[in-house]
């Protein structure tokens, strides 16, 4: 969950993932759109025009710059403003949004993107090639999913107001990591050069899709109304790509921290949609007045092991016995909740996302042996003294549940260790301007990566010292690969590699769901997305 702003939310009603492979060949131009998963719903009836729909945030977002906050609140309400060139399906395949086709050259260095025309902003501004080139720009220099493109990319240029021209110095799978990057949104030029220390302020929130932004009172409710500019792409909507209806007058996102309150609100018809937290979910799963969906695909949840040489685990012994010494299985089980969780099996994105999905790891991450972790935190040079530091966010109980349970393996081994917990991004601080102040981090991760380096346990350990340069050439040659047979010989290899040097430790898969009011009518479940959404009457 290090970049949550970053990243697409799942698809919620159990679809099943097929994952985002791209062939490395071909050209790609006008993309039917899946269908979209039926809504989840009783009699949907025809859509309807009108009316508000008010959804339940755990915290203020603090802003809508979607490429440098992550806050998940900001990616949610960034689906609703903003619009990619590419966005992924209901099948989790990338299809043109803004973008009319694109086009990848023969050698991979070159991905060509058409522009639709007469998109236009919600002010009224038309959407240009340099609006394109601002944003995208601004995507790979702030953006920490870019991160993996930005060493590969060597310009993006318009040589006209439709055109829009991305050149690499090698190859790399840039409309996968496109579509499922919701940094990768377009904002106006103008708006771009707005950004300060902190981002892109509020009054530039200016983008191409269905809503737009009518009210922010901070700390309280965040308002977006239907934006009447807005201009559909062509196809059936599917995930986040196809035409939205914008049926709804205004959404109305709520600030309501507390668990048991929105719980409450959500009984009492405060709130028409919420996530709510895992022990509410078999008391909501039995309320006949609510509906529930819960998420095909997952999370993974992990704890990050510090290579930095200021954490016991820069030895390789310490990140071997760590492994010896948790039992996922206990930490899995102790959610209580089997209908949302799964073994993790040590991969970095889950069985069902099958062109990501590797099991070369998993001999490993099967071993549970204390006894033998003991002896190689011993043979890594952990002194009787020497207490472990962990530390996570205060705002997702169960990972501090998880090393609550690390924690108490660790002293019947003799080991001390400490747990302290913060906001997230006090944590984030934390992780990336002290580097040698920690040992273990507990956070979650998308488990549907689009391509390989998507994924914290791959490359996205930031600050923490993790080996990039013996990854970089595994990374180059899946980027480089040309059937899908050989980019699944270089993903076993590139799970192989994390396996051997534990940048994290996967814990278990763990589904999201959805509680909302049965008269919300054309909800497919794909996250929190609602442009497609009407009220029954």
């Keep these: 969950m290090d970049r949550t702003g970053q990243r697409r939310k799942p698809k ?67 689906h609703e403003i903003f619009e990619s060139l590419v966005a992924i399906d209901a099948g989790y395949q990338p299809q043109p949004v803004l973008a009319e086709s694109y086009k990848k050259s023969d050698d991979g260095l070159t991905y060509t993107f058409t522009l639709r025309k007469g998109v236009v902003f919600s002010d009224g501004s038309p959407l240009k090639g340099s ?3 601002a944003s995208m720009r601004y995507w790979v220099e702030k953006g920490s999913y870019a991160g993996s493109l930005k060493p590969v990319l060597k310009d993006i240029t318009a040589p006209d107001d439709g055109t829009v021209v991305f050149t690499l110095k090698s190859p790399f799978n840039l409309v996968a990591l496109m579509a499922a990057s919701h940094g990768s949104g377009i904002r106006k030029a103008s708006d771009v050069a707005a950004a300060g220390a902190t981002g892109i302020p509020q009054d530039h929130a200016i983008g191409t899709g269905p809503y737009k932004l009518k009210s922010w009172t901070a700390g309280q409710e965040i308002v977006l109304e239907r934006n009447d500019k807005y201009q559909p792409p062509s196809g059936t909507s599917s995930g986040y790509s196809g035409a939205k209806g914008a049926y709804l007058d205004t959404i109305t996102y709520k600030v309501v921290a507390d668990r048991d309150a929105a719980f ?9 949609v919420s996530e709510p937290s895992y022990d509410q979910y078999d008391q909501i799963k039995q309320n006949p007045n609510l509906k529930v969906g819960v998420e095909g695909a997952a999370n993974i949840q992990y704890v990050a092991l510090n290579h930095n040489p200021g954490s016991i685990f820069s030895k390789p012994e310490a990140r071997d016995a760590m492994n010896l010494l948790v039992d996922k299985k206990a930490i899995m089980d102790s959610q209580g909740v089997p209908d949302l969780v799964l073994p993790s099996n040590g991969a970095f994105a889950t069985q069902t996302n099958k062109a990501m999905y590797s099991e070369a790891g998993k001999a490993k991450w099967d071993q549970h042996d204390p006894e033998r972790a003991k002896q190689l935190f011993a043979a890594a040079g952990l002194r009787p003294d020497q207490t472990i530091r962990m530390i996570t966010t205060d705002e997702f109980p169960q990972f ?40 273990v981090l507990a956070l979650m991760d998308d488990a549907n990566p689009p391509v390989p380096s998507y994924s914290d346990n791959v490359q996205g350990m930031d600050n923490m010292g993790y ?18 047979e050989e980019q699944k010989q270089a993903l076993d290899k590139i799970q192989e590699f994390t396996s ?11 589904r999201s769901y959805v509680a909302y009011n049965p008269k919300v009518n054309g909800y497919d479940g794909w996250g929190l997305e609602f442009a497609n959404v009407w009220l029954a009457r």
Excluded at 467 to 484: E, F, G, I
Excluded at 500 to 510: I, Q
């Design 12 to 78: 919620i009603i159990a679809l099943v993932t097929l994952g985002l492979m791209l062939s490395a060949c071909g050209t790609a131009t006008k993309s039917p759109s899946t269908p979209a998963a039926p809504a989840a719903q009783s009699d949907p009836g025809q859509p309807a025009r009108g009316g508000n729909l008010t959804v339940r945030l755990a915290q203020d977002p603090g802003s809508l710059d979607t490429v440098q906050n992550s806050n998940a609140g900001t990616s949610y309400l960034g």
């Design 131 to 133: 609006d394109v080139v």
């Design 264 to 272: 409450n609100g959500l009984q009492t018809g405060l709130f028409d």
């Design 400 to 439: 501090k549940d998880a090393l609550v349970i690390i924690q108490d393996s660790l002293k019947k081994v003799g080991i001390k260790a400490t747990i302290e917990s913060y906001d997230f991004a006090t944590l984030m601080g934390r992780k990336n301007n002290e580097p040698n102040s920690w040992d």
């Design 467 to 484: 080996p990039r340069d013996k990854l970089a050439p595994l990374l180059t040659t899946y980027n480089a690969s040309k059937t899908p």
């Design 500 to 510: 051997e040097n534990l940048p994290t430790l996967t814990l278990y898969n763990a």
